[in-house]
């Protein structure tokens, strides 16, 4: 009896007096738990939606770049390739002006002579 007694007022002394009342009241606070973790596991698993979409987006804008980075990059090994072709290609126009201008003074030169001579 003693025993029964004491686990009867140690159970009264944790969960409170059992009456209809607190039992109410701890239904309703066990249901408003039970929403607010249902209203936050929707949260989480929403926010983790929205991760996993982003890391797929950012994936994409790196594959982007990526492909953007090798044009670029063969663009600049087309424009130095042009660049010293140019640079030839002026040398090359350059040598002929002096050719012509040396061509020109030796045909002045021969007229000269050859009016000197007749």
């Given at each position: 009896q003693v025993q029964l007694g004491d686990a009867a007022a140690g159970r009264d002394e944790l969960l409170g007096p059992d009456d209809a009342a607190n039992s109410e009241d701890q239904r309703e606070r066990l249901l408003q738990n039970t929403e607010r973790m249902s209203k936050t596991t929707n949260r989480l698993e929403e926010g983790?939606?929205?991760t996993l979409e982003t890391e797929e987006i950012g994936r994409g804008i790196m594959d982007n770049l990526h492909r953007d980075r090798e044009t670029i990059t063969r663009a600049r090994d087309r424009l130095r390739g042009v660049d010293?072709?140019?640079?030839?290609?002026g040398r090359i126009l350059n040598g002929m002006v002096r050719r012509v201008y040396q061509n020109r003074v030796i045909l002045t030169i021969v007229g000269i002579l050859m009016v000197g001579i007749i």
């Open positions: 983790y939606r929205m010293q072709d140019l640079g030839k290609s």
